[in-house]
Nanobody, 122 residues
Framework: QVQLVESGGGLVQAGGSLRLSCAVS????????LGWFRQAPGKEREFVAF???????SEADSVKGRFTISRDNTKNTMYLQMNTLKPEDTAVYYC????????????????WGQGTQVTVSS
């Protein structure tokens, strides 16, 4: 069984930065493709960023140039560095292990973390 635990969320002023971490248990971390999603109140869960096992990445247009996804295979951990945060980035952020399908769709993921709250004040 695979378990994911997010950390690093919190309250930050607009223009500030946060780094989220996602610790993944289980074997074969280095071979897994991973993603970050977020969900604001009353909205659907939306794609934020994706990282392949080979460490190529893809980011949503809304965060491109501000957010950076990365991974440390020696620590079984994935990160999301978030800079120049905006109030519209406020959401619960989830990490997930990709299973099959389009990486930007939540339905393509097999395992999910419990989420961490990010709140950006104006």
């Amino acid at each position: 069984q695979v378990q994911l635990v997010e950390s690093g969320g919190g309250l930050v002023q607009a223009g500030g930065s946060l780094r989220l971490s996602c610790a993944v248990s289980g074997r074969a971390f280095s071979t897994r493709n991973l993603g970050w999603f977020r969900q604001a109140p009353g909205k659907e869960r939306e794609f934020v960023a994706f990282i392949w096992s080979g460490e190529s990445t893809s980011e949503a247009d809304s965060v491109k140039g501000r957010f950076t996804i990365s991974r440390d295979n020696t620590k079984n951990t994935m990160y999301l560095q978030m800079n120049t945060l905006k109030p519209e980035d406020t959401a619960v952020y989830y990490c997930a292990v990709w299973g099959l399908g389009d990486y930007w769709r939540p339905t393509s993921y097999t395992y999910w973390g419990q989420g961490t709250q990010v709140t950006v004040s104006s």
